[in-house]
């Protein structure tokens, strides 16, 4: 019991993040579930995957009702991920947990220092120019799309901390509408994820799972509508700092297990 009124706290709270800023779904659930919850990082990964993609889901409404979600990019970008979530996914399970678990923290880190730069970018009008809905690279969209779903099969995220820097860095997408778009994304990435894990010896702990993606995906739907209040370099500033607090977290925890045991 003690476990489900903690996933319902904090579950709360990662559905606010996820919707404001289309991550931290994954980035966030799966250290609370390996640290806090005491699950196996690869148990807490397939689990990760349940919650994301249900707060995805919910999330998505309000960003599509304002028109900030890129159907054909984010319909393109998520089925070109599966195969990168595939190979991931498959991966993951052959990977140490420690290892796992420092390999996720050092990306989260890397990629929190190019948000940083690039709102910092955005402040002083050097960013460049957004793209319109019609102008992504193909070539583009198809190799961040692969990578996004490799790294989200394999950390067992959703793929926004993945989904919305390539919008925003590499595919120069507005960050609102990278945000809505990301969602569209986890959602078929998480899915793809989760299917591509059915026959393996992980185990999903379904009470503390839905527990967390129910509270999840009511802090979605106030998450979204929030949004709006910010400009694009705020959001930018956001994402990138629960990156790096995330990311030193799961790094100083994982060192500190390792001294321990």
């Not at 796992?100 to 929190?112: A, E, I, K």
């Not at 945000?179 to 959602?187: D, K």
């Not at 527990?211 to 400009?231: C, D, H, K, T, Y």
Request: glycine share 14%; aromatic share 4%; hydrophobic share 55%.
């Amino acid at each position: 019991m003690t476990a489900i009124l903690v996933a319902l706290a904090v579950g709360l709270c990662v559905g606010v993040i996820v919707g404001a800023l289309g991550a931290g779904g994954g980035i966030l659930s799966v250290p609370i579930l390996v640290y806090l919850l005491g699950q196996d990082p690869h148990d807490a990964a397939a689990g990760s995957l349940v919650i994301v993609g249900l707060t995805a889901l919910v999330s998505i409404i309000p960003h599509a009702r304002a028109g900030r979600v890129r159907a054909r990019d984010g319909l393109v970008f998520g089925a070109l991920s599966v195969v990168g979530a595939v190979a991931g996914s498959r991966l993951s399970i052959l990977v140490d947990a420690d290892v796992l678990m420092t390999l996720f923290g050092v990306l989260l880190l890397g990629v929190s220092v190019l948000m940083v730069r690039r709102a910092g970018k955005e402040r002083r009008g050097l960013a460049r120019a957004p793209k319109t809905r019609s102008d992504t690279s193909l070539v583009a969209l198809v190799g961040c799309a692969t990578l996004t779903g490799f790294l989200t099969g394999f950390f067992g995220v959703g793929g926004g901390f993945a989904v919305v820097p390539m919008l925003v860095l590499a595919l120069a997408v507005p960050m609102r509408e990278a945000v809505g778009t990301s969602l569209l994304v986890m959602i078929i990435a998480s899915a793809t994820g989760l299917a591509s894990r059915v026959g393996t010896h992980v185990s999903v702990d379904w009470a503390v799972v839905l527990a967390f993606a129910a509270a999840s995906m009511a802090g979605g739907l106030v998450g979204g509508p929030a949004s709006r209040r910010f400009n694009d370099s705020t959001l930018t500033y956001a994402f990138g700092a629960v990156l790096a607090l995330v990311g030193v977290a799961t790094l100083g925890q994982t060192a500190y297990a390792l001294i321990a045991g």
